[in-house]
């Protein structure tokens, strides 16, 4: 049944209510034209309950912006959303990657995140290039997809909004891998599902990293707002030589700051009996939450980012398929994903809006089951990166 306006309607009974069902939700494809956004195709989705968030086809299909009832949850930079002919992978020392940041969520990938890093490349068996230089986060997030279908399809009494679409990172004498992204929402729900498969379509032994640059702010990021997980240790801070030098440790937030340095944490999450890991940012005045659920399995590594400047307040939930330690690291310690031609590795997410205290109170009671989190602002960190297991 589509739970819409306090009622359980049948598909005849949604139907008759009006000529389209464009009048409570729908999916929508439009083209953007100011600025640095001019040029990039966009997916609109409405839910129907006041949840709307747009994907942006021509940036690997991320999610752009995302709101609740007017209330702001998905972040806005300063660089705002910038059209991938305006990017620079290569720029500013490998920082270039800065100026296309914004957005509830940007993907990192498809062979490489976090900072910039030189690899070898002996596996794509070209001399000329013995090496390859990786920016900040890798190249996917500025890469338009292939728009394979998009729309509404019913499921018996269930309307489902939809878009699915192709990412192709590739070049000559290196890597050639998909991204296949699908992007569901079911009419009356607050929940996003986010399933995702990236292929190696290439004939090379390449490696595979990937992550999710989940990205919250105002007004759902507010003093006061609280980061709820179900942590089991505090693995690593970058700002630990400095701990409490700022005020602000990893749980309670406060308003914007003033040249503030960003914090980043690394936490060992615990998973629930389904392998599950589910962590949110809540706002207790506004009675307001949001929810990111992943698989243990598929993004065993948690980073938790913390950008409070004043200008470009923001908190970020990163699941990740490795430790922060970064991309040689990851070599070093047998821990890197390596792809042979056909092999593939999926990824299935679920955001999820907490519209009520009564949500929020559900969602934090389910995360403290799995886990009890630290009370103290901060925790000592272990320093422990456990071994990723089952990698090849």
Same mark, same amino acid.
Request: some cysteine.
């Given at each position: 049944?589509?739970?819409?306006?306090?009622?359980?309607?049948?598909?005849?009974?949604?139907?008759?209510?009006?000529?389209?069902?464009?009048?409570?939700?729908?999916?929508?494809?439009?083209?953007?034209?100011?600025?640095?956004?001019?040029?990039?195709?966009?997916?609109?989705?409405?839910?129907?309950?006041?949840?709307?968030?747009?994907?942006?086809?021509?940036?690997?299909?991320?999610?752009?912006?995302?709101?609740?009832?007017?209330?702001?949850?998905?972040?806005?930079?300063?660089?705002?959303?910038?059209?991938?002919?305006?990017?620079?992978?290569?720029?500013?020392?490998?920082?270039?990657?800065?100026?296309?940041?914004?957005?509830?969520?940007?993907?990192?990938?498809?062979?490489?995140?976090?900072?910039?890093?030189?690899?070898?490349?002996?596996?794509?068996?070209?001399?000329?290039?013995?090496?390859?230089?990786?920016?900040?986060?890798?190249?996917?997030?500025?890469?338009?997809?292939?728009?394979?279908?998009?729309?509404?399809?019913?499921?018996?009494?269930?309307?489902?909004?939809?878009?699915?679409?192709?990412?192709?990172?590739?070049?000559?004498?290196?890597?050639?891998?998909?991204?296949?992204?699908?992007?569901?929402?079911?009419?009356?729900?607050?929940?996003?599902?986010?399933?995702?498969?990236?292929?190696?379509?290439?004939?090379?032994?390449?490696?595979?990293?990937?992550?999710?640059?989940?990205?919250?702010?105002?007004?759902?990021?507010?003093?006061? +707002? !609280?980061?709820? =997980?179900?942590?089991?240790?505090?693995?690593? @801070?970058?700002? *630990?030589? $400095?701990?409490?030098?700022?005020?602000?440790?990893?749980?309670?937030?406060?308003?914007?700051?003033?040249?503030?340095?960003?914090?980043?944490?690394?936490?060992?999450?615990?998973?629930?009996?389904?392998?599950?890991?589910?962590?949110?940012?809540?706002?207790?005045?506004?009675?307001?939450?949001?929810?990111?659920?992943?698989?243990?399995?598929?993004?065993?590594?948690?980073?938790?980012?913390?950008?409070?400047?004043?200008?470009?307040?923001?908190?970020?939930?990163?699941?990740?398929?490795?430790?922060?330690?970064?991309?040689?690291?990851?070599?070093?310690?047998?821990?890197?994903?390596?792809?042979?031609?056909?092999?593939?590795?999926?990824?299935?997410?679920?955001?999820?809006?907490?519209?009520?205290?009564?949500?929020?109170?559900?969602?934090? +009671? !389910?995360?403290? =089951?799995?886990?009890?989190?630290?009370?103290? @602002?901060?925790? *000592?960190? $272990?320093?422990?990166?456990?071994?990723?297991?089952?990698?090849?």
């Amino acid at each position: 049944m589509v739970q819409l306006y306090g009622k359980h309607l049948s598909r005849g009974e949604f139907e008759a209510l009006s000529g389209a069902s464009g009048h409570a939700a729908g999916v929508r494809l439009v083209e953007l034209v100011e600025g640095v956004e001019r040029g990039m195709r966009m997916l609109e989705f409405r839910s129907g309950t006041g949840l709307r968030f747009t994907v942006l086809v021509d940036r690997a299909m991320d999610i752009a912006e995302c709101d609740y009832r007017g209330q702001g949850i998905g972040w806005h930079s300063p660089a705002g959303f910038r059209a991938p002919t305006l990017h620079d992978y290569e720029g500013e020392g490998g920082l270039g990657w800065m100026r296309s940041f914004s957005g509830l969520m940007v993907t990192c990938g498809l062979d490489h995140i976090l900072f910039m890093n030189e690899t070898d490349t002996a596996s794509y068996h070209y001399g000329p290039r013995q090496t390859a230089s990786h920016s900040l986060h890798g190249r996917v997030g500025t890469i338009p997809a292939r728009l394979t279908g998009y729309g509404e399809r019913w499921e018996g009494d269930e309307l489902i909004l939809w878009a699915e679409g192709v990412v192709t990172q590739g070049a000559v004498f290196a890597e050639h891998l998909e991204l296949h992204r699908r992007i569901e929402i079911t009419v009356g729900t607050n929940d996003i599902r986010l399933s995702d498969r990236v292929v190696n379509r290439g004939f090379y032994r390449t490696p595979h990293m990937f992550c999710y640059h989940i990205n919250v702010g105002h007004p759902l990021l507010d003093e006061g +707002a !609280r980061y709820v =997980a179900p942590i089991h240790d505090v693995v690593w @801070a970058a700002h *630990a030589d $400095s701990y409490d030098a700022q005020g602000v440790g990893y749980r309670d937030m406060p308003g914007p700051q003033m040249n503030f340095h960003e914090q980043v944490w690394q936490h060992d999450m615990a998973a629930d009996a389904e392998g599950r890991v589910p962590v949110a940012l809540v706002n207790d005045r506004l009675g307001l939450g949001f929810m990111v659920t992943t698989r243990k399995d598929q993004f065993p590594c948690q980073y938790e980012w913390q950008n409070l400047q004043a200008g470009q307040y923001a908190i970020g939930i990163e699941p990740s398929s490795h430790h922060v330690l970064g991309n040689q690291a990851a070599r070093d310690r047998g821990e890197m994903i390596w792809l042979e031609h056909g092999d593939a590795r999926s990824y299935d997410t679920v955001f999820s809006i907490l519209p009520d205290a009564d949500a929020v109170a559900e969602a934090e +009671a !389910r995360i403290r =089951a799995i886990s009890d989190q630290p009370d103290q @602002a901060y925790p *000592a960190t $272990s320093g422990h990166f456990r071994a990723l297991e089952g990698r090849e």
